[in-house]
């Protein structure tokens, strides 16, 4: 198992605190909005390995798919519907 690293979208909607602190941050002066996980190119999640944090798609390739079970070519990685490329998971806030 890895540690995956999402990407904040801010949007003027979005709160200064609870996005942050449910991922371990401290609250910002920019209201964070959404939580994406996945490899959309406009906000691609990384992941950590051999202490190294690297692109998800370095282990994964595209992820193209919503609502379908994602293996990675090497079986080392299985994903849901919350690690896609086309509509990345969002927690909002």
């Known amino acids: 198992m890895h540690l995956l690293r999402g990407v904040i979208q801010h949007y003027d909607w979005g709160t200064t605190s609870f996005i942050p602190e449910l991922i371990g941050d401290t609250p910002t002066t920019k209201p964070c ?4 996980f996945g490899t959309h190119p406009l906000a691609p999640s990384e992941v950590f390995i051999a202490q ?3 692109p ?3 282990l994964t390739g595209e992820l193209d798919v919503f609502g379908q079970g994602v293996v990675s070519p090497d079986a080392s990685v299985t994903t849901g519907a919350s690690v896609c490329r086309a509509s990345p998971s969002r927690i909002f806030a």
């Open 52 to 54: 190294t944090w690297s």
């Open 56 to 58: 998800l798609a370095d």
């Open 33 to 36: 909005a959404e939580l994406w």
